[in-house]
């Protein structure tokens, strides 16, 4: 007979019945809050550097790696993430396709390294913003259901960033406190959710199954 873990021999009360959480279930969140960590410590570093050092030849070179890694780290992390509405997680996915296709030709097309073109061009923010949009919609999740403040920070902060940049409105003084910020707050955002009991990150499992269930009885009937 197989022994249930404790968590797994934990029933929990959903809005639409009872459910466990599995260890299926857990490894999904440690690495969700894997792929966020990877992801906050590359854009931490790339954009710690550069604050610090100045765009130096070979540190704008080295952003391209570095941003190559955020960018798959979140895209793995919204594959992972849980949300109750289906149609905001596609979106989500979509838009970081949308922003990593438009990476990929950016950096394929452009003499410059990555970073560079992005900075000299604000005009390519309008394909890769995408990415970054993507990354406020877990912001603005993680500030919606755990009410947490470095994401109420984060989430009007990233796309007025974006936009100040992209309009020219913003003074290189100002872009360098936000992106400091941003990094900062990304970093103690993803710190802090591997201190979070795994339950809260997994949801009401209830819920999944009785959506599972809607999209599929119409087509049956």
Request: charged residues 15%.
């Amino acid at each position: 007979m197989n022994q249930a873990t404790e968590t797994e021999q934990t029933i929990y009360q959903g809005q639409f019945g009872d459910f466990t959480i599995t260890s299926r279930d857990r490894q999904g969140v440690i690495l969700y809050r894997a792929m966020l960590v990877i992801a906050a410590l590359s854009f931490a570093l790339g954009s710690g550097l550069i604050l610090w050092l100045g765009p130096q030849p070979w540190l704008v070179r080295l952003l391209t790696p570095l941003y190559t890694c955020f960018s798959l780290a979140l895209g793995g992390s919204l594959l992972l993430i849980h949300i109750y509405m289906v149609a905001l997680h596609r979106a989500l996915q979509g838009f970081w396709l949308i922003g990593s296709l438009a990476a990929i030709g950016v950096a394929h097309f452009s003499p410059a390294p990555f970073g560079e073109t992005v900075y000299l061009y604000p005009i390519s923010l309008l394909g890769v913003g995408f990415t970054f949009a993507a990354l406020t919609g877990i912001f603005f999740k993680e500030a919606f259901c755990f009410n947490r403040l470095e994401t109420k920070v984060l989430t009007p902060l990233v796309p007025l960033l974006l936009l100040g940049h992209l309009t020219g409105l913003l003074p290189l003084s100002v872009e360098k406190v936000l992106l400091g910020l941003w990094a900062g707050l990304f970093l103690v955002f993803a710190m802090r959710k591997t201190f979070q009991p795994i339950p809260a990150d997994i949801g009401d499992k209830s819920v999944f199954e009785y959506l599972k269930r809607r999209a599929i009885e119409p087509q049956d009937a």
